[in-house]
């Protein structure tokens, strides 16, 4: 269900709009592999006729579930637009589109939400990695591209008498 203001209700004045949002109505599921929506997206809004457009103004609120890039650890992070505005033309290049009478807010909300997903999200900005002994270092190796351990392995090889 996307979310629609109606033309002729702008006509006598302001309209609220107050309710939630589910991710498969933004069409938000599955785009990211490490962060999804955690739940719905709350909204309460109010929208007014312009001259020739649409203001919508108010809050937009989620939980995003995340996974750290570094060490694949789950956390949440609270999504907030605490004055989310939206400007839409009703004639014009940028016109938005109109059916039944009604623009669909829901195209800008998806938009908006998903320009502040995480890239790479972390669960804590010092976070280390994966725990391990690995210190980064690249292993020097001999003249063949081989490891220094495993040349000294086909030595031991090379000992056996078959």
Same mark, same amino acid.
Request: charged residues 25%.
């Given at each position: 269900?996307?979310?629609?203001?109606n /033309?002729? !209700?702008?006509? +006598?004045?302001?309209?609220? =709009?107050?309710? @939630?949002? $589910?991710?498969?109505?933004?069409?938000?599921?599955?785009?990211? @592999?490490?962060? +999804? =929506?955690?739940?719905?997206?709350?909204?309460?809004?109010?929208?007014?006729? /312009?001259? *020739?457009?649409? /203001?919508?103004?108010?809050?937009?609120?989620?939980r995003? +579930?995340c996974? #750290?890039?570094r #060490?694949? *650890?789950?956390?949440? %992070?609270?999504?907030?637009? %605490?004055?989310?505005? #939206?400007?839409?033309?009703l004639?014009?290049?940028? !016109?938005?589109?109109?059916?039944?009478?009604?623009?669909?807010?829901?195209?800008?909300? %998806?938009?908006?939400i998903? =320009?502040?997903?995480?890239?790479h999200? =972390? #669960? !804590?900005p010092?976070?280390?990695?994966?725990?391990?002994?690995?210190?980064? +270092?690249? *292993?020097e190796?001999?003249?063949?591209? !081989?490891?220094?351990? $495993? /040349?000294?392995?086909? $030595?031991?090889?090379?000992?056996?008498?078959?």
């Amino acid at each position: 269900m996307s979310l629609g203001v109606n /033309l002729q !209700q702008l006509e +006598r004045g302001v309209v609220s =709009l107050k309710g @939630e949002l $589910a991710p498969a109505d933004l069409e938000l599921e599955g785009l990211d @592999e490490v962060v +999804r =929506l955690e739940g719905v997206v709350n909204y309460e809004l109010t929208a007014e006729k /312009l001259e *020739k457009s649409i /203001l919508i103004q108010g809050y937009l609120g989620t939980r995003l +579930r995340c996974e #750290c890039v570094r #060490c694949l *650890k789950p956390f949440t %992070r609270a999504l907030e637009f %605490r004055d989310w505005t #939206c400007h839409l033309a009703l004639e014009g290049e940028d !016109q938005a589109p109109v059916a039944n009478d009604c623009v669909d807010l829901t195209p800008s909300i %998806r938009e908006d939400i998903l =320009l502040e997903f995480p890239q790479h999200p =972390l #669960c !804590q900005p010092e976070c280390g990695g994966l725990p391990g002994k690995s210190t980064g +270092r690249v *292993k020097e190796t001999g003249g063949s591209g !081989q490891t220094s351990k $495993a /040349l000294s392995d086909w $030595a031991e090889l090379n000992k056996l008498k078959l």
